[in-house]
C-alpha cells in the first residue's frame, strides 16, 4: 500500500523556522522525484520546491528561494523541507508529492500538514 505521510507542520511566529518530513513506503522511493506543494485558501495549489531522485538537482518557486530548503534521504525513504525567515503569506496546507522519474503518471500524494505563520 503506498503512503506518504507529511509531519512537522504546526503554529510558528514570522520569521521562526520549520521542518517538514514526508515519509514514503510502498514503492521504490530512489525513482521518483520528491516534490512539496502548498495550497492557502481559495488559491490553487502551487509548486513549492522540488528534488530529484539521487537529489542532484533542486528547485524552488521565487518566493520562497532562500529561505527553503528540500532534501532527501532514500535510505530513510524521507524528503524534508526546511523553512526558515516564515512568512504569514507562508501559512498553508503543504502537501508531499512523489512522480516517477520516467512514468509521470505514477504519482501519489501525502494528506497534507498545516502550517500556519502568525505575525
Known amino acids: 500500500q503506498v503512503q506518504l505521510v507529511e509531519s512537522g507542520g504546526g503554529l510558528v511566529q514570522s520569521g521562526g523556522s520549520l521542518r517538514l518530513s514526508c515519509t514514503a513506503s510502498?514503492?521504490?522511493?530512489?525513482?521518483?522525484?520528491m516534490s512539496w506543494y502548498r495550497q492557502a485558501p481559495g488559491k490553487e495549489r502551487e509548486l513549492v520546491a522540488l528534488i530529484t531522485t539521487v537529489g542532484g538537482s533542486t528547485n524552488y518557486a521565487e518566493s520562497v528561494k532562500g529561505r527553503f530548503t528540500i532534501s532527501r534521504d532514500n535510505a530513510k525513504n524521507t524528503v524534508y523541507l526546511q523553512m526558515n525567515s516564515l512568512k504569514p503569506e507562508d501559512t498553508a496546507v503543504y502537501y508531499c508529492?512523489?512522480?516517477?522519474?520516467?512514468?509521470?503518471?505514477?504519482?501519489?500524494w501525502g494528506q497534507g500538514t498545516q502550517v500556519t505563520v502568525s505575525s
Open positions: 510502498g514503492f521504490s522511493f530512489s525513482s521518483y522525484g
Open positions: 508529492n512523489a512522480r516517477h522519474i520516467l512514468y509521470s503518471h505514477r504519482q501519489y
